[in-house]
């Protein structure tokens, strides 16, 4: 073997090793604490808006609405934690559903509740496209 093919045997496997050590380090970041003014470590420690935390940070949530939309469903699950009910719709869309105080469904997950709620809709190619709030789910 030359030391030509030697050499770029070499740097194929050291790039091979960078690349991989890129992904890794991208993969491992963790969810970031705020989203402009919403504090994003509170929202997600209160799941199911069962702590009364949420509903403090309506004001924050609705002043970052339009930033939020255009984000990939794995960025909004990311950024918001994991939703309380993940609804499936027509069309392969989909709502990610986040109740915003205690009710029913705090005792119960699987019973109904028509707790205060923010619904973020997600498109069939998965980008968020509209955010409402309501009484339960949409």
């Known amino acids: 073997m030359n030391q030509h093919t030697s050499d770029s045997r070499r740097l194929r496997q050291f790039g091979l090793l960078g690349i991989a050590l890129i992904l890794c380090l991208g993969a491992c970041e963790s969810a970031p604490d705020t989203f402009g003014k919403l504090d994003l470590k509170k929202w997600r420690s209160d799941r199911g808006g069962c702590k009364g935390v949420r509903a403090s940070l309506v004001p924050a949530f609705r002043a970052e609405i339009q ?30 559903i986040y109740f915003l105080e205690k009710g029913p469904h705090c005792e119960s997950p ?28 949409p």
């Open 67 to 96: 930033h939020l939309k255009g984000n990939s469903a794995n960025t909004i699950g990311e950024l918001l934690g994991r939703p309380d009910i993940n609804q499936i719709a027509d069309r392969n869309q989909k709502y990610y």
């Open 110 to 137: 699987a019973e109904k509740s028509n707790g205060s709620s923010v619904a973020i809709r997600m498109s069939a190619i998965g980008l968020a496209t509209e955010i409402t709030f309501q009484n339960g789910t």
